[in-house]
């Protein structure tokens, strides 16, 4: 079946502008991830999404980066205002089940290259 | 101090070397992933382990809980194993949001 898709591949946009990125996940998969790829910074974790549960914001890096994931499928992460240090690849992945002692394969998508000018 | 690090930072080898990249964690985990990341290509998951010993052809990946440590090895490496190989942790049950190790490049020279 079809990946993790996620939309646009490559953004470029002007500092203080507002971005959306989407995320489709996995058909049936109840968690959903986002990460961020910084040159120099390596992979972090943003938001976390699983079920009908409150969402894990604890990465996020500002109150200007924000994520909602409707109807427990596709997820968009927002960023308002971007500056440069955004500049970055935003992946996301999703997973079948979470929680107990068996934890599950993580699938990431292909990324969006988000660039700040 | 990093909650994961992986060593070495960089890996060159001939092709048809053993290879192992090792990877040390400080936090309690529920599971440690292996991911390979092909030069401007995605992330794929490799392994996931929280105990013993996996194998998926050329590729073997080991953990010893007490002593908070991972190895990856390569059997027989080819050029088309050369890729970024990152060490990543999840610290909570029910929540396997990943901490990830700085990655470790790997280049096989033909």
């Known amino acids: 079946g079809a990946g993790v898709s996620q939309s646009p591949s490559n953004k470029v946009t002007e500092k203080g502008k507002d971005v959306e990125l989407r995320c489709d996940p996995i058909s049936g998969h109840t968690a959903l991830y986002w990460y961020r790829q910084s040159l120099g910074q390596g992979l972090e974790f943003l938001i976390y999404f699983q079920g009908n549960s409150a969402p894990d914001k604890s990465g996020l890096p500002s109150d200007r980066f924000s994520a909602e994931r409707t109807g427990g499928s596709v997820s968009t992460l927002t960023i308002q205002r971007t500056q440069q240090e955004d500049s970055a690849v935003y992946l996301c992945?999703?997973?079948?089940?979470?929680?107990?002692?068996?934890?599950?394969?993580?699938?990431f998508g292909p990324g969006t290259r988000l660039t700040v000018l | 101090k990093n909650e994961v690090e992986q060593s070495p930072q960089n890996l060159t080898a001939q092709e048809g070397e053993f290879i192992t990249i090792n990877c040390s964690y400080s936090v309690g985990i529920s599971a440690l992933h292996w991911l390979q990341q092909h030069p401007g290509g995605g992330i794929v998951s490799l392994f996931m382990?929280?105990?013993g010993k996996k194998k998926h052809g050329r590729l073997i990946a080991t953990i010893n809980i007490q002593e908070k440590h991972s190895s990856l090895h390569i059997t027989a490496s080819h050029p088309r194993d050369s890729a970024v190989y990152i060490c990543?942790?999840?610290?909570?049950?029910?929540?396997?949001?990943?901490?990830f190790g700085t990655g470790t490049r790997l280049t096989i020279i033909p």
């Open positions: 990543a942790v999840s610290d909570n049950f029910g929540n396997e949001k990943l901490t």
């Open positions: 382990l929280s105990s």
């Open positions: 992945a999703s997973s079948l089940r979470v929680g107990g002692p068996s934890t599950d394969t993580q699938y």
